[in-house]
């Protein structure tokens, strides 16, 4: 079997979100099949993370250390959209409130908020779209404005305007925020699909109840730093959870999801 591709490599990275230094030597190695959850606290530096691979925000320049994506140092925005899907809260806070449902997704062609006057969008792209909605349960609502959906079904929507270039790599930031239980389960079921059928899945998160049952590898963020990374099963632990999280706490675990409980 030949190795795994790395998507995200980075080596002793310092980088600043505005006037914050986030991470000072961030060292971290992400690969393609194998699914991944970013977990730790609010302030570990978790968002940031997403920015780098965005390439919102960029690594300090100095010796000895780099940021390759797909192993390359220097990266086309409009190849790495293709490959790399994301789902944001910020991104999902973007929209205007008038976008139809179907322009949200549609959008993803084009790395844009929404269809401007000058984008033409092809009967290949309207298709794929279409495609999307209907797994995603979404077909009957095209032609709603976004502001008059829940948030479970924007979420969605999200997921479908991240995946309209099939990317080998879905980047999900918090991806169950805001959502009630239905919509939330409707959403990880989703994420379990893709997962399923060969799409890579970075779980970025601080809810231990949102990683589901296909994700195989953890790294605990704390403070811009990995506090430890290896097999799920042993990193979400009463012991590794209670250190990350600073508190005392018990973890169950029942249909492959875990709960997390204060420790009596």
Known sequence: MPPATPYLELKAVAAYLGPRLVFNDLSLRLLVGENTVILGPNGAGKSALIKLLSREIYPVVK??????????K?????????????????????????????????SGFFGSVGIGRSQEPSAGQRERVGEL??????????DRPYAQLSDGQQRRLLLARALVHRPQVLVLDEPTNGLDLKAKHELLANLRVLAQKGTTLLIVTHQI???????????????????AEGPIDELLQDAPLSALFNTPLRVCK???????????
């Open 209 to 227: 109840e949102t990683i589901i049952p296909e994700i195989s590898r953890c790294i605990l963020l704390s403070q811009g730093a990995v506090l």
């Open 133 to 142: 909605l209907c797994q995603l349960g979404l077909a009957d609502l095209e």
């Open 74 to 106: 220097t990266v086309n925005l409009w190849d790495l959209r293709a490959r790399i899907g994301l789902v944001s809260s910020d991104l999902q806070a973007d929209y205007g409130g008038c976008v139809a449902a179907s322009d949200v997704v549609l």
């Open 254 to 264: 029942a249909a492959g999801y875990r709960q997390v409980f204060p420790a009596e």
């Open 63 to 72: 010796p000895g250390s780099w940021l390759r994506i797909f192993g390359e």
